[in-house]
């Protein structure tokens, strides 16, 4: 087993163990805490898989944006030094037993020998990756116009991020009691 | 990395996908809803930049929905926080069997 096989085992624990501890922890902000070492672990297999770009936006956007955003609303409105309340023994089981049959038939679906469609690329060897994944190719194929451009998809989403904006302040704005 | 098959990378973000499932079956809480859904996102774009690189290592398709993936992430978590406060604010709990009213 090479070193970059090795690395990957590892990474996929530490993603693994430290998903499970956040989605079980009763203390809700250590299971935050738990949360942010398993989208750090997720942005290092994007680093091992040779995104680098992705990477750099996860680490960005998940652990510097939405972990923050979710401490901050922990801090709001939970007294965060109180246990939650355990689950339902009975919801556990059954969930349990569900998530656990989905995961045996979803990994028996696995064992289907995935192929490209179409003509194999000449000489597709994983390395030539690295100069189609670059920054620059990247933002130039999201900008173009022509055929297989993303810039319609980016302009819909820029949309999207300013009603999501606009909606939240309209959704979390305190209404004064003699104004209802 | 050639030496790990494509399949192991999708066993792991398939057990990241039902981790994050049981998570949302079992959590009652809103704000660790929001974080196993988060996981399941992620899980997400863990196959689609696994299958762009294994498969279509010319291509650019799966690191473009991986990103408008990441974005909506993002305006879904900001949205979701303000409904949590403002539930917070009219229940005084964010628990989702103790809010028994949709109008306030």
Same mark, same amino acid.
């Given at each position: ?180 | ?30 704000? #660790? ?5 988060? /996981?399941?996102? =992620?899980?997400?774009? $863990?196959?689609?930049? %696994? ?28 949205? #979701? ?5 403002? /539930?917070?604010? =009219?229940?005084?709990? $964010?628990?989702?069997? %103790? ?6």
């Amino acid at each position: 087993m090479s070193a970059s096989a090795v690395v990957f085992y590892i990474l996929s624990f530490f993603i693994l163990g430290t998903g499970l501890l956040a989605v079980t922890s009763r203390k809700i902000f250590r299971s935050a805490i738990w949360l942010l070492f398993s989208l750090t672990g997720i942005a290092g297999l994007y680093f091992w898989l040779q995104m680098e770009f992705i990477a750099a936006v996860q680490i960005v956007v998940y652990v510097g944006g939405i972990v923050v955003l979710i401490i901050f609303s922990i801090f709001l409105t939970q007294q965060s030094g109180k246990d939650l309340p355990a689950p339902v023994r009975k919801r556990a089981i059954f969930s349990g037993s569900v998530v656990c049959a989905g995961f045996v038939l979803t990994c028996l679906l696995l064992r289907y020998p995935f192929r490209p469609l179409g003509h194999p690329v000449a000489g597709a060897g994983l390395e030539n990756m690295g100069a189609t994944a670059s920054v620059g190719n990247i933002g130039a194929q999201m900008l173009s116009t022509s055929e297989y451009g993303y810039v319609l998809p980016f302009e819909v989403i820029s949309i999207l991020l300013l009603a999501a904006m606009i909606g939240c302040i309209v959704i979390a704005i305190k209404i004064k009691p003699e104004d209802k | 990395m050639s030496q790990v098959p494509l399949s192991h990378i999708l066993i792991v973000s398939t057990a990241l996908f039902f981790i994050g499932m049981y998570g949302l079956f079992t959590r009652r809480n809103m704000i #660790t809803m929001l974080m196993s859904v988060e /996981l399941l996102l =992620n899980s997400v774009n $863990i196959n689609f930049v %696994a299958f762009n690189k294994y498969l279509y290592p010319d291509k650019l398709e799966g690191v473009f929905f991986t990103l408008f993936i990441i974005a909506i992430a993002a305006a879904e978590a900001a949205v #979701t926080i303000a409904i949590i406060i403002n /539930l917070y604010r =009219n229940f005084h709990s $964010i628990d989702v069997e %103790a809010t028994g009213e949709m109008k306030f």
